[in-house]
């Protein structure tokens, strides 16, 4: 790919007013920059970029090129090489087999199974389980990519209403367990992953199995227990018969 010494710059907002007129707005100071943007072509903005050729506008800005009047020739854009070499592909290939599993498990209605299972357990005892589902939750999304674990129990939860259940406290309870829970491996939530591998290359160390989960066990078990006895206080218990 040829080096290319442009910049791509956002350098106008459009914002419209009650006349339905548009304004110019310089982003940094809210000050009118130009009536109309395509004036702007040829300008040198704060001396550093000169404005070659508007590429496209849309919504709410206009996209210009734009060279870097001090660097030159030293602005160029990357190699498709170059990017394809700065991506995370151990980040990839996991959310691949992550959602893989998560497919599968969809595949052979394993989270139905269990959302059943625990189905006649609200209508005989709302506390016992909101309890159990709660604390099952924990667990499970630890290891399985929790959106769709509690998005299968989301629906779950909404079918009980039929049967004079009520779901808010429940779908509470869900998120918090589900979201808090995840935060126990890699495996639960794909940004912690991202996060470790950020971790390892900045200390330019690898950070062990055992090292991670001296910070996310305790963090884990801390967080879902405060939010455990919150939720059973505020929602479930008021609603429990």
Known sequence: ??????????VYVSVATESNCFESIWADDGEPLEEDPVKLVGRTLDGTYRLDALVGQGGFGMVFRAQHELLGDRVKAPDFEEILSELDWRAILFYIALFALVGGLEKVHLLDALAQYLHPVFT???????TLMYWATVPIVGIVEHDAYILTFLYTIRDLQAEGVPPWPLWWMMLWSGTL???LTVAGAPALFAALNICQREEDRKISLRE???WSVPFTLVATAVCYVLGMLIWVLPFAK
């Open 212 to 214: 991670f989960l001296a």
């Open 1 to 10: 790919m040829e080096a290319c010494n442009y910049m791509m710059m956002l």
């Open 181 to 183: 829970g995840s935060n």
């Open 124 to 130: 005989e005892s709302y506390a016992l389980g909101a």
